[in-house]
């Protein structure tokens, strides 16, 4: 390995080859590049996914509920299950100390809603003061629904951004009333929501008036929760996921339905999404590095390719050297010798350009989805050597078949 | 190299002594080629004994038939076989290097026998710079490069004209003059009469082989 006339002979044939040296470099510098960008993309994607979820993570669980679907203790499938007050406050006396924000939810949709001479039709919710941390509203003027507005079943409204941009104008709202199925409604707050228009078509009202309003007794449409902050992930999730259970086993009980029921009762857990999120993460880290294995075999594939031809392009040169006293581990020798320093030269030089560009770009791509594409080192590495040794192990069966061939039949090839 | 073996030499039998030069004549599918390849190590007769310079030459392997040939034998070829991307001098210089000789001792070697066949001025020229005859001469050179005790030429002048032909004779038969055992395969009777004995082959049997006088390839004799 370390003999210099070697070295020279295997300089020579690169000198005076110029152009197979040039494609068997750049076949392993480009399956390099490729590789390297790849999983830099899919990191990239991975940080964006991550940085996107994050700014909306809630703990929020909601419950609401729809007609059975199993039948249980000689009651038909396709009852129509309704929730109440009384629902609520089980809930919520069973887990006082668990829970941080809570409300129980009226609500109606396409709501006729007019201001002097505009009008539009909006959903309608009637809610509890928490309910503005559940629904990360942010209030843009005024004020939200407080506990005073439920006891004294007041006919206030807080209204959607849009729906302050539909009915005023940008004239003054505040104070002013709203027509809503009929009933007058004071304006008292706007708020906005990061959700965009479809969340701010939207009018909140206490719960006590939209069940006053609407005749709905004590009848609840949803029920909506968060539970205390936990130190990290796991415990979150675990605590969420317990209340979940439990809760939906509770109603479930209270309501006849069957334990199997999946229809009936739906408790949506949003940290479970987010774990749904981490899980999407994973897998998408899984396929690049799927890609990027196959890239590699592509890689290894090409390398061989091009071995073989090399090999059968310098049978007659091995021939000649045979015919001249060369023996048959020097000549594999030579072929390998050659292929590994141009492969592992070329797979450095494919790596370095990739990481070059990474460097150079990286910081610039920041958009909703790949943010700070980059690629971990010792990867990189890993991969090139394992493009080297491929190829190496490729190229060592036709050159060990052509270093056995007879002399004359290698000179006899043309 | 089929499933149908075909005998293309059927009891050959002769012997060269050192110094001679002999040519192998016959017509097409006699087995002139057969022969020198077996003679050259570079094929394996299925039955007989060969024996070179004393050593029985029978199973070798691929690594003593290499040291063998590197050691007795000197090939020239009818298509030259140099190697395309190395200049006059490194072809020559590449039985020494297959022997281990260092570098700058294989230059000054082959250099040396780059100017017996007179061609020091094109030492640095590839073999693609060169014509015909010249790159002969640097294959006479390149077998004579390791020293060996036999040169087998295999229709040296088959892809040369005539006048070139005559200028690669004149210096093959100097070389027999210095005392090297030499053995050309050739199907032209002016060659073959430019050595000391010619053995004529049919049907892989010889049928003559006689000693005649050497026709001294003397260029300006044709002019």
Not at chain 1, 31 to 54: C, R, T
Request: charged share 25%.
């Amino acid at each position: 390995m370390f003999n210099i006339e070697r070295w020279q002979e295997i300089f020579e044939a690169i000198r005076k080859n110029k152009l197979r040296t040039f494609l068997t470099g750049l076949s392993v510098a480009s399956g390099i590049f490729i590789l390297v960008i790849l999983l830099a993309i899919g990191q990239g994607m991975s940080n964006g996914v991550e940085k996107e979820f994050e700014k909306d993570a809630t703990n929020r669980i909601s419950v609401w509920t729809n007609v059975t679907s199993v039948e249980y203790k000689g009651l038909n499938p396709g009852r129509f299950i309704e929730m109440d007050n009384r629902d609520y406050e089980m809930a919520v006396n069973k887990n006082s100390d668990k829970l941080e924000f809570k409300s129980g939810v009226y609500s109606r949709w396409g709501q006729l809603t007019t201001y002097k001479k505009e009008n539009g039709s909006y959903r309608v919710e009637g809610v509890r003061g928490d309910y503005q941390f559940l629904e990360n509203a942010t209030l843009v003027a005024g004020r939200f629904i407080n506990q005073s507005d439920l006891n004294t079943i007041e006919k206030v409204a807080i209204i959607g951004n849009q729906v302050y941009l539909d009915l005023f104008r940008d004239k003054i709202a505040l104070g002013e009333y709203v027509d809503i199925a009929g009933i007058k409604f004071k304006v008292v707050g706007i708020y906005s929501d990061p959700g965009g228009e479809r969340e701010e078509t939207r009018i909140f009202i206490p719960l006590t008036t939209a069940q006053r309003v609407y005749n709905a007794g004590d009848k609840l449409r949803s029920l909506a929760f968060t539970l205390e902050k936990q130190d990290n992930y796991e415990d979150a999730l675990a605590a969420s996921e317990a209340f979940s259970a439990e809760l939906e086993a509770d109603l479930k009980a209270k309501h006849t339905i069957a334990p199997t029921d999946e229809r009936a009762v739906n408790v949506n857990n949003t940290l479970e999404n987010t774990k749904k999120f981490y899980d999407l993460n994973n897998m998408i880290r899984w396929f690049f590095w799927g890609v990027g294995i196959c890239t590699i075999i592509a890689g290894v594939v090409g390398v061989s390719n091009i071995m073989l031809i090399i090999v059968k392009e310098r049978t007659k040169e091995i021939g000649i050297r045979k015919a001249i006293g060369a023996q048959p581990w020097s000549i594999i020798g030579m072929i390998l010798h050659e292929s590994i320093f141009v492969t592992a030269i070329a797979g450095f030089v494919g790596l370095i350009f990739s990481l070059f560009l990474l460097q150079i770009v990286g910081p610039f791509i920041e958009t909703d989805y790949i943010r700070n594409p980059s690629v971990d080192f010792s990867v990189a590495i890993t991969t090139v050597i394992i493009l080297v040794v491929a190829g190496a192990i490729a190229g060592f069966f036709p050159a060990y078949r052509a270093a056995n061939i007879k002399p004359i039949d290698a000179l006899r090839d043309e | 190299m089929g499933k149908n073996s075909l005998h293309v030499l059927k009891g050959i039998n002769f012997s060269v002594s050192e110094g001679e030069m002999v040519s192998i004549m016959g017509s097409s599918g006699s087995g002139k080629s057969t022969l020198l390849n077996i003679l050259g190590i570079l094929d394996e007769a299925d039955e007989g004994t060969y024996t070179l310079d004393g050593t029985l030459i029978k199973d070798l392997n691929e690594k003593v038939a290499a040291r063998y040939r590197n050691k007795f034998l000197g090939f020239i070829f009818q298509s030259f076989n140099l190697i395309n991307y190395k200049s006059a001098l490194d072809n020559v210089a590449m039985p020494l290097y297959y022997q281990g000789v260092k570098r700058n001792i294989r230059t000054e070697k082959a250099m040396h026998y780059l100017e017996k066949v007179g061609l020091a001025d094109w030492a640095s020229h590839l073999p693609s710079e060169l014509s015909g005859g010249q790159k002969q001469r640097v294959a006479i050179a390149r077998a004579l490069a390791s020293d060996p005790k036999v040169l087998l030429a295999d229709e040296p002048t088959g892809a040369l004209d005539s006048k070139t032909s005559y200028e690669v004779m004149e210096l093959i038969q100097g070389i027999n003059d210095e005392g090297k055992t030499i053995l050309i395969v050739t199907h032209e009777d002016d060659i073959a009469h430019m050595t000391k004995r010619i053995v004529n082959l049919k049907d892989g049997i010889i049928i003559d082989d006689s000693k005649v006088n050497q026709v001294r390839a003397k260029t300006e004799a044709y002019v």
